[in-house]
């Protein structure tokens, strides 16, 4: 394994330059089959946590025959301990628009939405705004291609890609079956890209800098830098933009308060990693992937209101289609909640388990099936906690 | 005509007449009225032909397209860990005793609901809440009083 060391990055959020747009102009003049191949050699994984090939997507996307495609920035950011893109939409707007209409010209699509949460409704006035000076830009060179803002309202569930789709379209966020896959039927059934913020921002960072030189940072498996949302039991919580491919000591040594206990990393439905783990964790997809969200805890945290917390909020975000998970949620909530009032022995713990192991098999989207991740880190790694 | 079907109208020769239309309407409809009536969500489906069924089982999914009365004011307090962690507890308690009301609950005026939210994308900043659309990160008791004083003076 190659040993990275902690490395503060600035590539994100570094300044716009003073002409504006000015990498698209730059990036239109390649070939569609030419982008592509940069995104491919970067080595770039999807920021929203699932890491899936970001070229490949749009390759995919680009060989459907289809007379419309669409491409969809996930701006529905819910995972808790998550809030870069948020900082992304309101610091660098420009890039993450860059980085659609790219994506927009690579695979032939006109059409580009950014499905913003609910939440974050007050972001809405400064991105139109900047939305009309990309449109003018867009004529001014004739991109063809047009910008639209959705709103979510307030569910978790539909930062999952298949449920976007269905509440872009007007329905209930409940995920679809796959496949098939985005890539041959997304948005309104058509062949559709939909990444993450942080990934077309990245995007526009490849294309200004070029694949070469974005590679050169992270390891083979995860290449470049990544944005993390650091928070909990930090004095310095904030979001950091970090190479890829460190051990999570070093994090901890840098963001640590001195007295860490634990870190979750990826967010509630990431893993749990105790002190004793730190040194042998590597942050990145061949370690423990994130989509960014470090929640630092020290020794005065019980981390059986940790697990409880994430618990009740997957009962709750849970959208109750499939019963594995809708259920699921629910007993394993009830279970250690008896556990700790002594009802059920400690024992009860490894059926618990077993049930969260089945939803990671049997649920129906990645909501159910990465339960199992906190509640197996947590309940193997602070036992006693959980039981007294 | 009612007003809220003169918004309705609007709203639908804005968005367009199709189905994927029925979230901006619906969340346009909840931004000016603060709540989904069984009326309202008929005069949606009515507008847009689809079924009234259909129109409610979208409604009723999404937390923030209430269909029981709010308040003019709602006030959503994260409860996720980090802003557990921080004392957002503190602040509904002071909010509770405040406005006289429980997590859930609209004050006799009709000017304030208290509700708490998952995860606000502020973990960095909380104890966060939300009033309607504005944000308000690092809170603590006295400034989420005084926010919510200045709220109510401004709520006629």
Redesign the interface.
């Given at each position: 394994m190659e040993n990275k060391t902690l490395k503060k990055i600035d590539l994100i959020f570094a300044g716009y330059t003073s002409t504006k747009y000015k990498v698209l102009e730059k990036t239109f003049q390649k070939t569609p089959d030419e982008i592509i191949n940069e995104v491919l050699d970067s080595g770039l994984k999807g920021r929203g946590g699932a890491g899936f090939p970001t070229g490949l997507k749009w390759k995919f996307t680009k060989n459907q025959e289809s007379d419309v495609k669409y491409v969809v920035c996930n701006a529905d950011?819910?995972?808790?301990?998550?809030?870069k893109?948020?900082e992304i939409l309101e610091r660098v707007p420009r890039k993450v628009f860059s980085g659609m209409a790219i994506c927009g010209r690579a695979i032939g699509a006109k059409e580009g939405y950014l499905y913003l949460?609910?939440?974050?409704?007050?972001l809405v006035p400064s991105l139109l705004k900047e939305i009309e000076i990309f449109e003018e830009y867009s004529k001014q060179y004739n991109y063809g291609f047009k910008i639209f803002i959705?709103?979510?309202?307030?569910?978790?569930i539909c930062g999952e890609e298949s449920a976007l789709f269905e509440?872009?379209?007007?329905?209930?966020?409940?995920p679809r079956n796959k496949p098939p896959y985005p890539t041959v039927s997304g948005y309104?059934s058509k062949p559709t890209v939909i990444n993450n913020v942080e990934t077309f921002a990245t995007v526009q960072v490849i294309c200004k800098i070029g694949a070469q030189e974005y590679k050169k940072l992270g390891t083979t498996d995860s290449r470049g830098s990544k944005l993390f949302?650091?928070?909990?039991?930090t004095p310095i919580?904030?979001?950091h933009e970090l190479e890829l491919g460190m051990p999570l000591q070093e994090f901890v040594d840098e963001f640590g308060d001195g007295d860490t206990k634990a870190v979750q990393v990826g967010g509630?439905s990431g893993h749990c990693v105790p002190r004793k783990q730190f040194n042998q964790t590597v942050i990145g997809f061949e370690g423990i992937p994130t989509g960014g969200?470090m929640?630092v805890f020290n020794s005065s945290?019980s981390m059986y209101?940790?697990l409880h917390?994430?618990l009740e909020?997957f009962t709750?975000?849970s959208?109750g289609q499939c019963t594995p998970c809708r259920v699921g949620c629910q007993q394993l909530l009830k279970g250690i909640e008896a556990v700790k009032r002594g009802e059920r022995p400690p024992s009860y713990l490894e059926d618990l388990k077993r049930l969260a192991q089945t939803m990671k098999i049997a649920a129906k989207c990645g909501l159910g099936q990465s339960v199992a991740n906190p509640f197996n880190s947590i309940i193997d790694n602070f036992r006693e906690e959980i039981i007294y | 005509m009612s007003k809220t079907d003169v918004l309705i109208k609007e709203l639908v020769t804005k968005y367009g007449k199709n189905r994927n239309s029925l979230m901006p309407v619906l969340q346009g409809v909840v931004q000016s009225e603060k709540c989904l009536s069984e009326e309202t969500l008929i005069s949606i489906a009515r507008e847009l032909e689809l079924s009234a069924a259909e129109v409610y089982g979208t409604a009723s999914f999404y937390t923030f397209l209430d269909t029981v009365p709010r308040g003019k004011n709602i006030i959503r307090i994260c409860k996720t860990i980090t802003c557990h962690m921080k004392g957002k507890d503190e602040i509904i308690l002071a909010l509770e005793n405040m406005l006289r009301i429980k997590v859930g609950e609209t004050t006799h005026d009709k000017k304030f609901t208290l509700l708490t939210a998952n995860c606000l994308g502020w973990c960095h900043k909380g104890p966060v809440m939300l009033v309607n659309n504005e944000v308000f990160p690092e809170i603590n008791v006295q400034k989420s009083i005084e926010i919510i004083e200045k709220f109510s003076k401004e709520t006629a």
């Amino acid at each position: 394994m190659e040993n990275k060391t902690l490395k503060k990055i600035d590539l994100i959020f570094a300044g716009y330059t003073s002409t504006k747009y000015k990498v698209l102009e730059k990036t239109f003049q390649k070939t569609p089959d030419e982008i592509i191949n940069e995104v491919l050699d970067s080595g770039l994984k999807g920021r929203g946590g699932a890491g899936f090939p970001t070229g490949l997507k749009w390759k995919f996307t680009k060989n459907q025959e289809s007379d419309v495609k669409y491409v969809v920035c996930n701006a529905d950011e819910g995972e808790p301990g998550t809030f870069k893109d948020r900082e992304i939409l309101e610091r660098v707007p420009r890039k993450v628009f860059s980085g659609m209409a790219i994506c927009g010209r690579a695979i032939g699509a006109k059409e580009g939405y950014l499905y913003l949460r609910g939440e974050y409704t007050y972001l809405v006035p400064s991105l139109l705004k900047e939305i009309e000076i990309f449109e003018e830009y867009s004529k001014q060179y004739n991109y063809g291609f047009k910008i639209f803002i959705r709103l979510g309202s307030g569910a978790y569930i539909c930062g999952e890609e298949s449920a976007l789709f269905e509440s872009m379209e007007g329905k209930r966020g409940e995920p679809r079956n796959k496949p098939p896959y985005p890539t041959v039927s997304g948005y309104n059934s058509k062949p559709t890209v939909i990444n993450n913020v942080e990934t077309f921002a990245t995007v526009q960072v490849i294309c200004k800098i070029g694949a070469q030189e974005y590679k050169k940072l992270g390891t083979t498996d995860s290449r470049g830098s990544k944005l993390f949302s650091v928070s909990g039991d930090t004095p310095i919580a904030g979001i950091h933009e970090l190479e890829l491919g460190m051990p999570l000591q070093e994090f901890v040594d840098e963001f640590g308060d001195g007295d860490t206990k634990a870190v979750q990393v990826g967010g509630a439905s990431g893993h749990c990693v105790p002190r004793k783990q730190f040194n042998q964790t590597v942050i990145g997809f061949e370690g423990i992937p994130t989509g960014g969200s470090m929640m630092v805890f020290n020794s005065s945290r019980s981390m059986y209101n940790v697990l409880h917390d994430y618990l009740e909020f997957f009962t709750e975000e849970s959208c109750g289609q499939c019963t594995p998970c809708r259920v699921g949620c629910q007993q394993l909530l009830k279970g250690i909640e008896a556990v700790k009032r002594g009802e059920r022995p400690p024992s009860y713990l490894e059926d618990l388990k077993r049930l969260a192991q089945t939803m990671k098999i049997a649920a129906k989207c990645g909501l159910g099936q990465s339960v199992a991740n906190p509640f197996n880190s947590i309940i193997d790694n602070f036992r006693e906690e959980i039981i007294y | 005509m009612s007003k809220t079907d003169v918004l309705i109208k609007e709203l639908v020769t804005k968005y367009g007449k199709n189905r994927n239309s029925l979230m901006p309407v619906l969340q346009g409809v909840v931004q000016s009225e603060k709540c989904l009536s069984e009326e309202t969500l008929i005069s949606i489906a009515r507008e847009l032909e689809l079924s009234a069924a259909e129109v409610y089982g979208t409604a009723s999914f999404y937390t923030f397209l209430d269909t029981v009365p709010r308040g003019k004011n709602i006030i959503r307090i994260c409860k996720t860990i980090t802003c557990h962690m921080k004392g957002k507890d503190e602040i509904i308690l002071a909010l509770e005793n405040m406005l006289r009301i429980k997590v859930g609950e609209t004050t006799h005026d009709k000017k304030f609901t208290l509700l708490t939210a998952n995860c606000l994308g502020w973990c960095h900043k909380g104890p966060v809440m939300l009033v309607n659309n504005e944000v308000f990160p690092e809170i603590n008791v006295q400034k989420s009083i005084e926010i919510i004083e200045k709220f109510s003076k401004e709520t006629a």
